[in-house]
């Protein structure tokens, strides 16, 4: 068990760093220092007893990077209740599910994100506040207006809650009448909760059905924390441009929890930035670390560098020797520069880095670095420092994890990835059978993850033993869910979603005696096709949609338990 507590470590750091700039929200004219964010905890430790919310009650989260979304997820976790982050571009469906299965009494979102939730779906939340002002959005099936006529009219309104005690106004009474004196350092006071406790539920996936809550304590995250300090990862007045979604756990571990444990200032990008935002963000914040996912890193590579590269004037001068170290200080200079050139380190994690430009990466010197991990460890299993970074691994087994290598094969001695420590989960909310498929007896946790592990601990990830598919920007993508959807549309008999070069296409076995029923042309079913990957795409996550259906002759081989053999249809796009 990790000696530092994962609630001390943030009442520690509010009063280590009371003067010092914490959250700043990019391109808006908001900055925070953590005295200001330890008052506005304070603010919400208040609304949540007014909103009787008791420990380990579950409070939701969701909407886009920003100083108020990182507040209700310490005010949460710093109350002893459970928070429920969730990725904003999940669709309605799925955020109503992940709300109800998680049975959520508090909901915290977005306003924009709201407009398309339906009240009548939420069935155990009592509260819903935005996070724009934290006001009182509506008491779920309560409508505020009636409710306040009668709390004016009559002394003793019979309601679950009195939304007049949950207004700004009433809160702020509350808050001047409890530090008559002032807020100050000695007033932040936490609850007492120990590490083996619960304190977030992670949905990996948001559908129906197929949706698993990781069950997260103290602990987890407090052995990411206390890695990130001992390592000197990040330190008081670090700059960060924190960009990965916070709902995700590798930009809630790094870019935000660690971050406010060692007093680094955090600039908060809203939704996925575009290319040049995030270049001028770079620009402008001059960040000493970057937590990133390869598909930014990529993005650079083949839009500003590879066409360099190509040019027939730059092939000759690469070939010539010690000219072409010349030429390639230079492009390292400008891809230093474009990440605003105060960093000692680039941090990939998330999804596998491209070969070719992890190598060119490696020829320039540039200082990057491949980490690894899931959800189920909040999230890290194994980094290395860019100084002691092997290239093509996924760094080293972190000192707090142990990792081994599950029926290596005689011959590569490649095996599935176990792995062992504080770092793991304590198992999927509401789903023991998927727990036990996934943690042994022994607390091993089984990835899923093919590989290699060398005699100092270096990881070498080689392939996935899962269905589950890595976007490039690092989200989770499983497969069957999008399958499920697809198969009850017209025409589709059974379906096959596979990653083609960073796409979803989308293999589609016909129903064809429904087909020839309708006397439907090739072309017509193609028609009908388009359309359902059309209306596909609207009921899944943007990272989700399927970029092409293309139409199979016959039923997929099966094994004798009638599952789809998906290792021979991996390849079907390749060329």
């Not at 007014?50 to 008791?54: A, G, N, P, S, Y």
């Not at 809160?171 to 009448?177: G, M, V």
């Not at 270096?458 to 990830?461: A, D, G, Q, V, Y």
């Given at each position: 068990m990790i000696k530092e507590n994962f609630i001390r470590l943030f009442e520690d750091s509010f009063r280590k760093n009371w003067d010092?700039?914490?959250y700043t929200n990019y391109g808006e004219n908001l900055t925070l220092t953590y005295a200001q964010v330890a008052e506005e905890i304070a603010r919400l430790h208040l609304l949540f007893e007014?909103?009787?919310?008791?420990k380990d009650d579950k409070i939701a989260l969701i909407g886009k990077n920003n100083a108020n979304w990182a507040i209700t997820y310490l005010a949460t976790v710093t109350y002893g209740a459970v928070i429920i982050p969730i990725l904003q571009d999940f669709n309605p469906n799925d955020v109503h599910h992940i709300i109800n299965h998680s049975e959520s009494k508090v909901l915290f979102v977005s306003d924009?994100?709201?407009?398309?939730?339906?009240?009548?779906?939420?069935?155990?939340?009592?509260?819903?506040?935005?996070?724009?002002?934290?006001?009182?959005?509506t008491l779920v099936n309560q409508p505020i207006a009636t409710l306040l006529e009668e709390s004016e009219s009559k002394e003793n309104i019979v309601a679950p809650l009195n939304p007049g005690k949950l207004t700004k106004e009433h809160?702020?009474?509350?808050?001047?009448?409890k530090y008559s004196d002032g807020f100050h350092k000695d007033s932040v006071r936490y609850i007492d909760k120990p590490n083996s406790e619960l304190v977030c539920i992670s949905y990996t996936s948001g559908t129906t059905g197929f949706s698993k809550g990781v069950m997260l304590t103290g602990n987890n995250f407090?052995?990411?924390?206390?890695?990130?300090?001992?390592?000197?990862?990040?330190?008081?007045?670090?700059k960060l441009v924190a960009f990965l979604p916070l709902a995700h756990a590798y930009g809630c571990a790094f870019d935000f929890l660690t971050a406010t444990c060692t007093g680094s200032h955090v600039h908060f990008i809203g939704r996925t930035p575009s290319a040049k935002i995030l270049l001028n963000a770079f620009a402008e914040v001059r960040p000493n670390v970057i937590f990133c996912v390869p598909l930014i890193i990529e993005k650079i590579y083949k839009k500003q560098i590879q066409?360099?590269?190509?040019?027939?004037s730059m092939r000759w001068v690469l070939s010539i020797p010690f000219l072409d170290q010349t030429i390639l200080a230079q492009i390292r200079k400008k891809l230093i520069d474009a990440f605003g050139g105060n960093f000692s380190q680039v941090i990939v994690g998330g999804a596998p880095l491209n070969a070719e430009v992890e190598e060119f990466f490696n020829k320039i010197k540039f200082p990057f670095t491949v980490g690894y991990g899931m959800t189920e460890c909040a999230p890290l299993i194994s980094y290395s420092?860019?100084?002691?970074?092997?290239?093509?691994?996924a760094g080293k087994v972190l000192d707090i994890m142990e990792a081994k290598i599950d029926r290596p094969d005689p011959k590569t001695g490649v095996g599935e990835i176990f792995v062992r420590g504080e770092n793991v989960m304590k198992g999927y909310y509401k789903n023991e059978e998927s727990t036990k498929e996934i943690l042994d007896d022994e607390g091993w946790l089984h990835t899923g993850d093919l590989g290699t592990i060398d005699a100092n601990g270096?990881?070498?990830?080689r392939g996935r033993n899962k269905t589950m598919i890595l976007s490039a920007n690092g989200q989770n993508i499983y497969p069957e869910e999008i399958e499920a959807k697809l198969n009850n549309m017209p025409f589709v008999m059974e379906s096959l979603v596979i990653d083609s070069k960073g796409k979803l296409m989308a293999l589609v076995c016909p129903d064809y005696e429904a087909v020839d029923a309708e006397g439907l042309s090739q072309e017509q079913l193609e028609k009908v096709m388009e359309e359902n990957r059309k209306l596909l795409n609207s009921s899944v996550a943007a990272y989700e949609s399927v970029a092409k259906i293309h139409l199979y002759p016959h039923e997929f081989e099966k094994t004798p338990k009638k599952s789809i053999k998906r290792y021979l249809y991996t390849t079907a796009f390749e060329s």
């Open positions: 010092l700039n914490a007014q909103t009787e919310i008791k924009y994100i709201w407009e398309n939730l339906e009240e009548s779906n939420l069935r155990t939340v009592k509260a819903v506040y935005s996070l724009s002002d934290f006001r009182l959005i809160i702020t009474e509350l808050f001047d009448k407090a052995g990411n924390i206390t890695f990130g300090i001992r390592t000197k990862l990040l330190a008081p007045g670090f066409p360099l590269l190509e040019r027939p420092h860019t100084n002691d970074f092997l290239p093509k691994s270096n990881i070498f990830i």
